[in-house]
């Protein structure tokens, strides 16, 4: 039956937690057990640590400290080290080189879920177990129950969500290496999850499963504007990924609209599994394709989601962090509608949701769910950096005692084995839900640039510089400064590097061809999520360098003294955002060049 004509309004408004109507039992019940782990958020975190502690109490990792078989917070806090990616690359290796023993955990170690994170320039490799998926599952299930008290009738249509697997490959040792959502989509979990009308998307299996991002896209995109009067939610996992979709469907309405005219399907779409689920999907429809016709050949794209879609309710993105450069895009594709932020994990862990959906993004706050894993949090001052040393342990907080205003980096404990791990976010408590505070996430730790998932910090770019820099030793040139911007105002967006140049030899300046091959040796340099994006999803633009006139860096400094800087720290930033610089520094370009080729990358790992 369906629930929810009473319930709140879908205006972007926050209102408080109703309770849960008896029609829906299921959203009841999951609305209740929030409530009950956030009324105990002490206890439960206790008894999670100390499930974690028994259930790897044998494993190498912890037999290394000592603890006797002890499971409590005390021994724990005194005897485990807080760690790094770099601290546990070690074992991690071992264990991707095919070593079976209990490294991290008890439980058989089933696959590596790579982060977009990154070591020595490739993923991070997570350790996961089956048995985690039950979690990450659970926390998946409250998402809806939460939404339904704020939008009314989420059960009535469908949600066009785009959502993709990408490449996976093997670990020396034979393990599966894949990111976190293309395991989750790929697992029983999802392939064959009971039917939930909160939860229908017009996607098919067949094509969220495709590992060609362009037959999926396009199979997808189909389906949405075949089904556009259900389509009630749009959505990709991050706004990045949906003004993708949107970018594609300003490439391709052509032939989706040829292919809705006739009912028949692209060849370009070749997959059989795709071919044989649309043959059953597909009906010549020629009013709905030259109502595509009509809409898409518009120069004006203002407002395009809701045209086609204009049972709208919100966009279901991610626009936190570094995804809020994309809030104007957005808005002006969607008219301003709502975007939900329901929640918040990494491939370490599923941390906790947004309990207020429909909220401003800049308002948005995730509750740490306390039974997801052990939380501690590193108490953060950027003006006075902790240094961590194993002689003095570092005053961590527990998630319970946190203080609301205050920033922490995230430490997490896991059902997978990782035992106070740094996770690299930084965030702020904004207030409790019950006893669980709410987190806005501030930002990642050492990221410069971002685009989509890639992630490129300051010695990542400065590597990019050395290397690019050698091509210009010919031509007795010198890189004296640089910065670099995320362009995200052309889809996909694109790093952009402001170069000021030495030149020593004036008759013989660098070529246009050897500054554009600069930007691919620089692309080259960068990490390999980076090239990923840039190859194989297409979610990265070619690198730009803008060459500014000599002095351009001198008159940066003055500036920035003149609005207060001190001349004995001033520091060049090495990214820029504040549109004074940025206009600044465009107004001072003497040349642009781009990438001409994309970099290489291949699934393979690098090592
Ligand atoms: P990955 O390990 O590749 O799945 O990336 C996880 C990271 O993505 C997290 O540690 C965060 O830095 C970022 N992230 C995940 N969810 C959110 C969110 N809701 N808002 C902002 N950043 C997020």
New binding site residues.
Partial sequence: MACGSELLSPSPIEQPLAPATACDEKSAKALQFIEEVTKNTDSVQERVLEEIMRQNADTEYLKRFDLNGATDRKSFKSKIPVVTYEDLQPDIQRIANGDRSTIFCAYPISEF?????TSAGE??L?PFIHEELDRRQLLYSLLMPVMNQYVPDLDKGKALHFLFVKAETKTPGGLVAR???TSYYKSDHFKNRPFDPYNLYTSPNEAILCPDSFQSMYTQMLCGLIMRHQVLRVGAV?ASGLLRAIRFLQLNWQQLSHDISTGTLSPKITDPSIRECMAKLLKPDPELAEFINMECSSEDWERIITRIWPNTKYLDV??????AQYIPTLDYYSGGLPKA????????CY?GL?LRPISDPSD?S?TIMPNMGYFEFIPHDDSSPLTLSRDSPPPLVDLAYVEVGKYYE?VITTYCGLNRYR???ILQVTRFHNTAPEFR?V??KN?LLSID?D?TDESELQRGIENASVLLKEFNTTVVEYTSYADTKSIPGHYVIYWELMIKNASRPPTNEVLNQCCLAMEESLNS?YRQGRVADNSIGPLEIRVVKNGTFEELMDYAISRGASINQYKVPRCVSFTPIMELLDSRVISVHFSPAAPHWTPERRR
């Fill in positions: 879920l790579t982060s977009s994170g993923r991070k997570m990111p976190v959502l991050f991610i626009v936190t962090g570094a995804m932020c329901t929640m918040y994990g990494s491939s370490e941390f947004n948005v995730y995230l996770v690299g976010d996430f930002r990642r990221v998932s992630k999520v």
